[in-house]
């Protein structure tokens, strides 16, 4: 036991006794629900939550990770983050870009886009809901689809018209995240790329893109977990319709947890999006591991 | 411990008591004595089982209750106008006696109350009076949280003769009659006389079936009285409606009612000309469909889009303020009674009910289950009623509540009142005119209104039908194994 050993001891328990209070937050909210659901799983629910429920072990697990219903709300997903994630990223940019000009009232445009964040969910919904409308909505008009059933009750169209309203809502996000990450660029390297006759678009594409790498990097993944998370806004819209159209995997388990009673069926699907996000994230991180530059 | 145990003629045996015929040695009445005991005594460890095996309903108790008033709550899904009436109605109740007192407590809508109780069972307050929508009878009775209102109608010696039959039937599932009903209503038809005029039909002589419905869209397409002939709402609940006026069950074992359903039985020929009947008349433009949650459809007749449509009676108030706010004025409302599935009336057809009953929650002190029961007595009674359908639209359960005021004048106001009233009267009991009872009710609503949402966007009627069978059958014996 030397002096040095005591003393680096020490220094480890004051560490974790700083750390414990995070950690107890986090195993209470986060890792304790996490096993319990995981747990729920494996128990056929009873219709309502009084009565004893039925142990039936990974049959349940494998029941629903094999039915069609799964795969199909999860195919869902998938096209729902592919029309959303890029486009909000790409939109993002393009209009941080702009926004980057030096010209008077552009202020202005950098509240106006990034006032989306300010918008929640819901009220973004009802808008866009209202603007959708059949009858009386500007966006039924503009796409042709007036009178009828409208976007929203159209099996084809229901999902864009929900990513397009995803779309709107990200785009104040991501419009303050590459703004900032823009303004955050070395000058002189722009500078010296101008210098050297590089014309705007060559030097966004060999300097300012890699330069932004790691934004666009966190971008996607947050973007793709809040892809996988959307609910409000089907909820408010269609309610997973018309015919499956919008059933998501989280409506899904919305659906079978609060619609019809079934947490057990709801759990299995929430230990599979876990695992999904999982694992896109570290595929994410793999392949963006050697394309992310972190400086020099 | 079975009968035969008992039914032992070999001569007696040491000491044995005789019942007539059957001689019982003393051996078996020990044998009886231990059964019985291990019986009662397992039947203690089933929650709720010994209240119901070893009581009789405490009747009574309320009155003779040593503090009183006995406060119960009632939990409801009633709004605007339904609200205003039913606290009216309370507070009639709670001011007329001084036993029991009764807090209204609303859930807004049905799957509010669903899920409010539902998280209740795990470890909150339940209601004692609970006000449950039709569909969702199964999942009530398989919680096992509620006394059926068969124990209080046995002990009060209550008398359903002033009963529409119907009415009454519809909560009776497997021999027990497990609620009372309250709020009823049925799917009616509603036509814009004016328009009907228009396209040379005669609109005090509105279609009767499902043919005659199509031959009248199609004049009114053709004439230009209007652009569609009428709205379908995407409800699955007219599509079972016409299953029963046919006279066809909608799911096996008496539609759920002699035992747990554990299929359906409405992808039959009956059912699938109905969903053949529904696809064309879209796939036409005969008819336009409308959203299961909006109510576009009555908007439609008002605007002049389709001057048909089906939906409920409890509709048939708002609609005529709405009218008589001189907004559409070209628009004379007519009510009439459900188109039949088929040109040949069947004897054994007849409309279900649709709306909500009310429920006694098992609870432990005696008085508040008594309580509740004199408040669903109360409801129930024909006063009431009258007052009750006056101010809302719901029709009346009991018989001799048209005759009372305001009822009786409400509906020398407004005929089409009378509509749903009769329809109901009119359906003979019998198993498919009951209605459907499954615990998969939520499950079902939703494949089969994706199913009529595929004929919406131009799919194949056979199927849509299909799909909707395929998907209701997984839905089910998913719920039966939860049980």
């Known amino acids: 036991m030397t002096p040095r050993f005591i003393r680096r001891a020490r220094e480890a328990a004051l560490a974790y006794l700083l750390i414990l209070p995070a950690v107890a937050a986090f195993g209470l909210f986060v890792f304790y629900p996490l096993v319990k659901t995981a747990y729920l799983g494996f128990f056929l629910a009873p219709p309502t939550p009084n009565l004893p429920s039925h142990y039936v072990g990974l049959q349940q697990y494998q029941q629903v990770l094999g039915s069609s219903d799964f795969r199909d709300s999860l195919g869902r997903t998938g096209l729902f983050v592919l029309l959303t994630v890029p486009a909000g990223i790409v939109l993002g940019l393009a209009l941080a870009n702009l926004a980057q000009k030096k010209v008077p009232g552009i202020r202005a445009f950098r509240t106006i886009y990034s006032s989306t964040v300010a918008t929640s969910v819901a009220v973004a919904s009802v808008v866009f809901f209202t603007l959708l409308n059949p009858e009386v909505g500007l966006l039924s008009y503009l796409f042709g689809k007036e009178g009828g059933n409208g976007i929203l009750a159209d099996p084809h169209w229901a999902l864009p018209a929900v990513a397009l309203v995803t779309i709107w809502q990200n785009i104040g996000f991501t419009f303050i995240l590459m703004s900032a990450a823009l303004q955050s660029l070395p000058e002189d390297v722009l500078e010296a790329s101008k210098v050297d006759g590089a014309s705007s678009f060559v030097r966004f594409r060999q300097i300012t893109l890699p330069l932004l790498s790691p934004i666009l990097f966190f971008a996607a993944v947050i973007g793709v977990i809040s892809g996988f998370q959307a609910f409000g806004q089907i909820d408010l819209l269609t309610q997973g319709g018309p015919n499956h159209a919008t059933l998501v995997l989280i409506y899904d388990l919305y659906q079978q947890a609060f619609q019809f009673n079934n947490p057990g069926y709801a759990a299995v699907l929430s230990v599979a999006l876990f695992f999904i996000l999982l694992l896109l994230t570290f595929a994410q991180f793999w392949f963006f591991q050697r394309r992310v530059s972190y400086g020099d | ?402 005759n009372l005021a305001p009822l009786a004048a409400t509906w020398a106001a407004q005929p089409g009142f009378k509509v749903a009233y009769k329809q109901l009267l009119a359906s003979p009991p019998n198993p498919a005119t009951a209605g459907s009872v499954t615990g998969a009710a939520p499950e079902l609503l939703v494949a089969i209104n994706n199913a009529l949402t595929t004929l919406a966007s131009g799919g194949s009627p056979e199927s849509a039908i299909a799909q909707a069978a395929q998907n209701s059958n997984t839905a089910i014996s998913s719920y039966n194994e939860r049980v």
């Open chain 2, 1 to 402: 411990m079975t009968e035969n145990d008992w039914d032992r003629t070999a001569g007696a045996k040491e000491g044995g008591a005789s019942l007539g015929r059957h001689v019982i040695s003393r051996r078996d009445l020990l044998r009886g004595a231990t059964a019985a005991g291990i019986g009662a005594g397992l039947t203690l460890l089933v929650p709720g089982a010994a209240s119901a095996a070893a009581s009789k309903f405490p009747l009574g108790a309320a009155a003779k209750a040593k503090s009183k008033p006995a406060v119960i709550t009632m939990w409801h899904s009633m709004t605007s106008a339904n609200l205003t009436t039913l606290t009216n109605l309370t507070n009639q109740f709670n001011s007329s006696q001084s036993d029991v007192h009764v807090n209204l407590v609303a859930q807004t809508s049905y799957t509010d109350t669903l899920t409010a109780y539902t998280t209740a069972l795990s470890g909150g307050t339940l209601p004692d009076v609970v006000q449950w929508e039709n569909e969702l009878i199964q999942i009530l009775i398989d919680s096992q949280s509620v006394v059926p209102a068969a124990s209080a109608i046995a002990a009060d010696h209550y008398s359903f003769s002033d009963f529409v039959p119907s009415m009454v039937d519809y909560f009776k599932v497997d021999g027990t009659q497990w609620a009372m009903p309250f709020n009823i209503s049925s799917q009616v038809l509603y036509y814009d006389q004016n328009a009907l005029t228009k396209a040379g039909l005669d609109p005090t002589n509105p279609p009767a079936n499902l043919a005659a419905l199509r031959a009248a869209a199609q004049k009114i397409v053709s004439s230009g009285a209007a652009k569609y002939g009428m709205s379908l709402k995407l409800d699955y609940t007219n599509f079972e409606l016409w299953m029963a006026l046919g006279g066809q069950t909608f799911l096996n074992d008496n539609n759920g009612r002699s035992g747990r359903a554990t299929a359906v039985t409405f992808d039959d020929s009956l059912g699938k000309s109905i969903f053949d009947w529904w696809g064309g008349m879209l796939k036409d433009n005969l008819a336009q469909s409308t959203s299961f949650t909006a109510f576009d459809n009555l908007l439609a007749i008002g605007s002049g889009i389709a001057p048909i449509t089906i939906d409920t009676s409890a509709a048939l108030g708002t609609i005529i303020s709405v009218l008589s706010g001189g907004q559409y004025p070209n628009v004379k409302l007519g009510v009439t009674s459900l188109p039949l599935p088929t040109a040949k009336r069947s004897k054994k057809g007849g409309a279900f009910v649709g709306g909500a009953g009310l429920y006694m929650v098992k609870k432990s002190t005696p008085a508040t289950v008594d309580a509740s029961w004199q408040f669903i007595k109360f409801l129930a009674s024909p006063q009431s009623q009258a007052t009750w359908a006056s101010g809302t639209g719901y029709v009346p359960i009991r018989k001799s509540a048209v």
